[in-house]
């Protein structure tokens, strides 16, 4: 029942159920999909993207991307305004070496994805936390932030966040544009969740400010189609990729991905792609039903969460006397696991809150998850 | 005749035979072998290597490839000692994340290959480059700078050097283990060229000292396989890959490139790879066959250049009144092209060379183009 333990980068034991983990499960991951076309790809008589790459990425792969792009974004995106990547943390990874010195300060979200922060930190970058709420990233205390230190650039996740689940509301999204813009400030949109819509569409993508302000959007393959591609983009303005393109890395290497770009290239083509995407949709909305129906008879009263309509996460907020690094401990012998707030936190606060995620398991055994973990905080929670 | 045109990085006039270009032509990458190979390894149940990875990159994958390295350098390379990379170029990259600062002082042998100057340059690295002669880099000399300055790392391509097509020598290799571990001074080892030995076996690849010195041996499936592909490896001391593979970009992205890796691991297990590395020195022993009896006709004598017995490259020098940039005008003129010595130098010497490559042309294009610079070097040297 719980495929999970074929995953190589997920390590629990056979009768836990994990709820924090924020990837697809095995039966999500399209490999018929992808093995057509690969064959596909494959089968043609100019092997060019055996061979060394555009820097840019090859522009077949960037005008399909484009076109693709066109669609979900309902803006028009361009091939010269996107380079390819390997997915959104070598872009995060990418865009310090460009941009940043040991020392330097960044503006996170409080919370934000606690990967990207170990990036950062492996940088020695000075992260700095900006409180969100219900319609994301806080403008007025970025603005006061801002009158005691100018970061080098601002990481936001601003569509179905990770882990806060919230979206950017279109006027933060404008005003956030406007204040990077006067003040020089280099904004970077992790925008890996935006097309996982499940009720209603977010905003547009941040790419669409690219003009307005220094910006670029990250997008990825790894949460629509397959982490293990390793492939993803940056969208921004063509003057500005244009000037990453002609990083050494990529000069030598050849553009990032070439040969994963053309088999991606065939899963777009052919429609499998959307029709994918589509299909997560329906999944992860139902996970979500399951998920609202049995927290609401599991879970004590004091639980707070916000219904999630989109992207992979749940954020929980506990009484604050509840410090969930210490409920984990009891969760755990109970065969239930969630993240700890504190995880996500540049500040190592947030210790009432959990992450939970609806993308791994099927409905049964998110059923059973919420039913352990229920048990756990009625226990915990005066 | 010229299929060159049809490769993303190379933009030449159609004319045009570049010398110069340091890749394989496209009859000499495997389109069919990858084809099936891809076929084969996504004809599974378990899609891990759709989902993330392992940090250090798949044991499966670490596995075969430890067992093809240990047939290739014949010596015992094991799993743990291994850390899958997207290549060369981002292994650099990730090195100059994890042990420099900028503003730190990097040595490298002079002529070095010019896109990793490109890629310490982007880290705003030091650059000191280093003699080399006959038996690569000369030990006395780096003795002496390292009187006044200590690099954070050793910059080396120890096997059929780019440019310059010499092999360091066993004793020196012993040499530069013993100062490196002397001096407590990280040691790069670029021996992407390594397995494309044309007469006899270079010394062990410096991998074989990862224990004795603070040590990475980098390899690439670029030279051997196809560098659209983007795989390659670190080896190094296993206490050492552990420490790397806790890095964020790694734990946020799981591994570099699982993937890819699968399909590779088709290709080496299936036998394939051995088989192609034998074919392709096959191909550039007949092609620098073709050098040597075509530049024996057409250079002049004050040419002096070393008979390749491995890699890519030939390091051409000509009397030193020649500045090469200059030449190649002239040669681009007569439709033959070539890179200039300066290129690879760190100091912007080494004017009176050139570098030429036997691996991009079939061997009737690569003797029109030597008959074509030969005629330029006539007109051109008195």
Redesign the interface.
């Known amino acids: 029942m719980n495929?999970h333990t074929?995953?190589?980068?997920?390590n629990i034991p056979a009768n836990m159920i994990h709820l924090g983990l924020g990837?697809?499960t095995?039966s999500l991951?399209?490999?018929n999909d992808?093995?057509n076309a690969?064959?596909h790809a494959?089968?043609?008589n100019?092997?060019?993207?055996?061979?060394?790459?555009?820097?840019q990425g090859?522009?077949n792969f960037r005008e399909t991307l484009a076109q693709f792009l066109t669609g979900q974004y309902a803006y028009t995106v361009g091939p010269d305004q996107l380079l390819i990547t390997?997915?959104n943390?070598?872009a995060?990874?990418f865009i310090c070496?460009?941009f940043t010195?040991?020392g330097d300060t960044v503006f996170v979200e409080e919370p934000s994805y606690f990967?990207?922060?170990?990036?950062?930190?492996?940088?020695k970058l000075n992260i700095v936390g900006i409180p969100m709420d219900g319609y994301g990233l806080d403008i007025d205390a970025l603005k006061k932030f801002l009158n005691s230190k100018k970061p080098t650039f601002v990481y936001t996740i601003p569509a179905y966040h990770n882990p806060a689940s919230v979206t950017l509301s279109l006027q933060r999204r404008e005003e956030l544009v406007r204040i990077c813009s006067e003040n020089n400030i280099l904004l970077v949109a992790d925008e890996v969740y935006h097309c996982l819509s499940y009720t209603e569409k977010p905003p547009p993508s941040m790419g669409y400010w690219a003009d307005q302000c220094l910006l670029i959007s990250l997008g990825s393959f790894s949460k629509i189609l397959?982490?293990?591609?390793?492939l993803g983009w940056m969208q921004a303005n063509s003057k500005l990729i244009q000037k990453l393109s002609k990083?050494?890395?990529l000069?030598?290497?050849?553009?990032?991905?070439?040969?994963?770009s053309e088999i991606v290239n065939s899963v777009i083509r052919s429609g499998i792609l959307t029709t994918h995407i589509n299909r997560l949709k329906d999944v992860y909305r139902q996970r979500i039903e399951v998920f609202v129906e049995q927290s609401t008879k599991s879970f004590p009263e004091q639980v707070v969460f916000q219904y999630p309509s989109g992207g992979y996460f749940i954020w929980v907020e506990l009484p604050d006397y509840i410090d969930t690094k210490f409920l984990r401990q009891a969760a755990k012998t109970d065969n239930v696991d969630f993240l700890p707030g504190s995880f996500f936190s540049s500040k190592n606060r947030l210790k009432n809150y959990i992450r939970l995620s609806f993308a791994f398991y099927p409905k049964e055994i998110l059923r059973e998850g919420i039913k352990r973990l229920g048990n756990i905080l009625l226990k915990h929670l005066s």
């Open positions: 495929d074929l995953l190589p980068q997920v990837q697809p095995n991951l399209p490999l992808i093995k690969a064959a494959l089968s043609v100019n092997p060019f993207f055996l061979a060394y790459g555009k820097e090859n522009i390997n997915g943390s070598q995060l990874d070496t460009h010195h040991p990967l990207a922060l170990k990036i950062f930190v492996d940088r397959a982490p293990g591609l390793r990083a050494g890395i000069e030598s290497g050849g553009g990032f991905n070439p040969f994963t």
